[in-house]
Structures are given as C-alpha cells and as structure tokens.
C-alpha cells in the first residue's frame, strides 16, 4: 500500500483533523524510536517511525478518543 493511501486512512481515522493525526504519529513515532515494538507486522528497519505509525493508526491499532477534560 502507497503512503498516500495509508495517510488518508489513517485521517479518516482521526476524524480528518491533520492537527490531531500529527500529534498522534509524532508521540507515536518518538515512543517507536524509544524501543517500543510496532503493533502491525513490519520490519522496523526499513520504514520511518512516522510511517509505522501512520500505518498503526490507519489498521486502527492506535485510536484516538479525544480529550478528556476531569
């Protein structure tokens, strides 16, 4: 699958707020860096974390809920 493709997956996902998705891959992208394992099937060493993680939110393994304001 084409990044174009999974970026307008991933931004369906995320109610089509391009703010919204870019704080998502950035906090996700920066835990991959950190060591955390991706959740879809990839090899780490040849895609971005950011692409990975764009990947993860549009296979709907990271989803985003909004804010909770308490």
Do not use: C, H, W
Not at 14 to 21: C, E
Request: hydrophobic share 45%; no cysteine.
């Amino acid at each position: 699958m084409r990044t174009e493709q999974i970026a307008a997956r991933a931004l369906e996902k995320v109610g089509n707020d391009r703010y919204i998705l870019s704080l998502v891959v950035a906090k996700r992208a920066k835990e991959l860096s950190n060591g955390a394992i991706p959740l879809v099937k990839i090899d780490k060493t040849k895609m971005k974390f950011t692409d990975i993680a764009m990947l993860e939110i549009a296979e709907e393994k990271i989803i985003y809920d909004g804010i909770i304001n308490e």
